[in-house]
């Protein structure tokens, strides 16, 4: 198990792993603070929103594919099977709910007409539907809540993976 704890995954998948947190991070208090202002003040920030978004989205995929073609560590031990169970489940739950994120962003962004006035030569904001009539926007918001729920969940396990067990397994990440 020792050896486990230190066994570090792959230097791309490392990358994007703290990339795309960051940008996550970074996301979510953007998205919230967009939602509270009117839509003709915030294109640029919608357009800033959208690209780092997609961004995640193609990383995420990326990390998709290596999870499957890179060599990586086994899951830790954490003396539980309910906890064993519970951290693989909330790794799995990552990549799951960032690609239903990307998905549900871009069909904000095609039906809500977001694509459409970002592309307009003077980014027409009277081509966005109002919040109400673009039925993805829920579906989106309620999928962010439940990333940053579930990257609290990643981190008090972590800190208290390491703290019972001694260790630190963040090394196996960075």
Not at 52 to 79: D, M, Q, W
Not at 102 to 116: E, K, P, Q, R, T
Request: net charge positive; no cysteine.
């Amino acid at each position: 198990m020792e050896d486990n704890k230190i066994a570090k995954y792959s230097k791309g998948t490392i990358a994007i792993h703290w990339i795309s947190a960051l940008l996550i991070i970074g996301l979510f208090p953007l998205g919230k603070y967009m939602s509270d202002i009117p839509v003709s003040e915030k294109i640029i920030l919608i357009r800033i929103h959208s690209a780092l978004g997609f961004l995640v989205f193609l990383l995420t995929i990326v990390r998709s594919i290596l999870f499957f073609k890179a060599k990586r560590p086994e899951h830790l031990n954490t003396g539980t099977k309910f906890n064993d169970t519970l951290a693989i489940a909330v790794q799995r739950s990552f990549y799951f709910l960032l690609l239903a994120i990307g998905i549900s962003g871009s069909a904000v962004m095609i039906l809500g007409g977001y694509a459409d006035a970002l592309m307009s030569t003077t980014a027409l904001p009277d081509l966005i539907l109002p919040r109400e009539e673009i039925a993805p926007l829920q579906a989106h918001n309620i999928l962010a809540i439940l990333m940053m729920l579930l990257i609290v969940m990643h981190i008090i396990g972590v800190i208290r993976f390491n703290i019972k067990h001694k260790t630190n397994t963040i090394k196996r990440i960075s």
